[in-house]
């Protein structure tokens, strides 16, 4: 069993940027998909972005399009999250899921993802 790590959270005002850091254990995820997902106090889980296996294809919800980015450093076995234009719709606790994704279609499916991470708070700040 695989353990990711978030890191990265904190406090900013709306506007401001953050960058968060996933980082597995044990291991490097080379066949697997990164994403992130979030969840609000009180609300359903909701995923935020993706990035496959290799790098090559990204999927992201509509609500953060243009501004949240996902990466993958293969080097530093770190995937990223990374922040731009926050609104305080986007105060969540923020996880890091690994899966192996058989289609780019399937990266925002929860379901398929069989690693998580503890979570990061996130809170925006009006």
């Known amino acids: 069993q695989v353990q990711l790590a978030e890191s990265g959270g904190g406090l900013v005002q709306a506007g401001g940027s953050l960058r968060l850091s996933c980082t597995p254990s044990g291991r490097r995820f080379g066949l697997e998909a990164m994403a992130w997902f979030r969840q609000a106090p009180g609300k359903e889980r909701e995923f935020v972005g993706a990035i496959s296996h290799n790098g090559i294809n990204t999927k992201y919800a509509d609500s953060v399009k243009g501004r949240f980015t996902v990466e993958r450093n293969s080097a530093k076995n770190t995937t990223y999250l990374q922040m731009n234009s926050l609104k305080v719709e986007d105060t969540a606790v923020y996880y890091c899921?690994?899966?192996?994704?058989?289609?780019?279609?399937?990266?925002?499916?929860?379901?398929?993802?069989?690693?998580w991470g503890q979570g990061t708070q996130v809170t925006v700040s009006s």
């Open positions: 899921a690994a899966g192996i994704i058989s289609q780019p279609r399937f990266l925002g499916d929860f379901r398929l993802y069989t690693s």
